[in-house]
């Protein structure tokens, strides 16, 4: 079954609480938290306070924490403060190695994101700290995107070489596309736009649970 992380860049921030409360009434199985520190994507987000407030709120909902950031080895165990996974990106600079085991230490689900011009081949060495491999499948920094489905030959990849861990895809997703991502291998459909501008999330949500 896949599970729906509603991507929280999408909501309406000034009544963000309502807008969690929404998808979360609505059956969403994750939150994905899209955190950009406008050096890795010229965008500016949300910090580690907004994490903690969330989970403050919000204490049984997962996390799915997306740091679009350079340096996120310096904000690890403030995000861990709520995270339920953090996700860093294969293009930083960072000891990756060290930087998935310290987020494993923090009692934290691993991540690490490709952007649609990273190779697979990068991840290889890290699948075994990998509890998640999130696949963008638009440029990261803005929502609202369309889908490139070429990022479908990635999925594809990393199962055709075995690894057991979460599949996961951002950017552009809908009902229309999400077949052929759960065909090619997802577990987990970041949904911005989507979800948020749908009439009847509860309804798309059920629709997709049950592709
Ligand atoms: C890009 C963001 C978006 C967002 C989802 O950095 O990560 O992909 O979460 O966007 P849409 O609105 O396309 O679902
Ligand atoms: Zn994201």
């Given at each position: 079954m896949i599970k729906v992380a509603p991507s929280i860049l999408a909501a309406d921030m000034l009544h963000l609480y309502d807008e969690i409360q929404k998808v979360v009434s609505a059956g969403c199985d994750l939150l994905h938290v899209d955190v950009m520190?406008?050096?890795?994507?010229p965008n500016l987000s949300y910090g580690p306070d907004m994490v903690r407030g969330i989970h403050a709120a919000f204490p049984e909902l997962k996390l799915d924490v997306h740091l679009m950031m350079d340096h996120p080895e310096e904000y690890i165990q403030r995000f861990a403060q709520g995270a339920w996974n953090i996700t860093v990106h294969e293009?930083?600079?960072?000891?990756l190695s060290e930087l998935l085991d310290r987020i494993h230490e923090c009692g934290v689900h691993t991540g690490i994101s490709l952007k649609p011009a990273t190779p697979v081949s990068r991840v290889v060495p890290l699948l075994s700290q990998a509890d998640m491999i999130l696949i963008m499948?638009?440029?990261?920094?803005?929502?609202g995107q369309s889908f490139q489905r070429e990022m479908l030959g990635k999925l594809r990849e990393l199962r055709r070489i075995g690894y057991q861990g979460l599949l996961e895809a951002d950017g552009g997703l809908t009902l229309n596309n999400l077949p052929d991502l759960k065909q090619a291998g997802l577990d987990v459909a970041v949904m911005g736009t989507a979800i948020y501008r749908s009439e009847h999330p509860a309804d798309d949500i059920r629709r997709i649970h049950s592709l």
């Open positions: 520190d406008g050096h890795f994507v293009e930083i600079e960072a000891d499948t638009v440029e990261p920094g803005f929502g």
